[in-house]
């Protein structure tokens, strides 16, 4: 977990590309595709989200994630280790990462926290504003490179947008409460389970794979 890491290159990144002294980056962050963020903080500071200010914003912010990492800090939250080790030695399992974030800044978390060899993949949110919009394009993605094999796709996260757009594809969700949600907030998008944390590798896996 990367504590304010995006929100500290974004507002940077206005600084330095479109001098705004101080940018408002007051938005929502938890849950939302980096396209959508870019372009409401840009028409928030007075700036045209055109194709072009928003390339600039995303290459700067791209460019500005890996020292605010450095800087911030974070942390990988307890369990999940063990539960990727476990996972990855799944015969008929196929692990990815379906994320808001950039491909290019979800990478830079990943690598930080030492989790990308878990990960074959990265479908980000540099296309699509609507995190459901998202889900159905990772869907095609998922369609495309395994094929007939796919038996059952399972969308884990911590915001309720990530188990509305599981639900919108027709996967199981698992609701994880270690983000800013509590259970009971998770709860109300109906997940197919709900979880504390990862702590208990063998609970988390049953109920993975129940």
């Known amino acids: ?4 890491v995006g929100k500290a290159a974004l ?8 001098a705004i002294t101080q940018p408002d980056t007051e938005v929502l962050f ?4 980096d396209r959508s963020l870019t372009i409401e903080l840009l028409e928030r500071n007075s700036i045209d989200p055109s194709a072009e200010h928003c390339g600039r914003l995303r290459d700067r912010y791209v460019s ?11 942390i990988v939250l307890p369990g999940v280790r063990p539960l990727l080790t476990q996972m990855a030695r799944q015969n008929d399992t196929a692990l990815a990462v379906m994320t808001g974030n950039f491909p290019e800044t979800a990478t830079q978390k990943l690598v930080h926290f030492d989790l990308r060899q878990w990960f074959s993949w990265i479908s980000g949110g540099d296309f699509h504003c609507d995190r459901n919009d998202l889900a159905r394009r990772t869907l095609e ?12 796709t399972v969308v884990i996260g911590d915001t309720p ?12 969700t698992v609701a994880v409460a270690t983000g800013e949600y509590s259970l009971d ?6 997940p197919s389970i709900a979880l504390k944390d990862f702590s208990q590798t063998d609970e988390v896996l049953a109920a993975l794979y129940s």
């Open 141 to 152: 993605i998922i369609r495309r490179r395994y094929g007939q094999r796919v038996t059952e």
């Open 1 to 4: 977990m990367a504590h304010g």
């Open 64 to 74: 500005l994630v890996g020292g605010e990492l450095s800087r911030q800090g974070g």
């Open 161 to 172: 947008a990530d188990i509305a757009c599981g639900n919108a594809i027709g996967a199981k």
């Open 185 to 190: 907030a998770l709860r109300d998008e109906s």
């Open 30 to 33: 938890s849950g939302r595709t």
């Open 11 to 18: 507002a940077t990144a206005l600084q330095d590309e479109f």
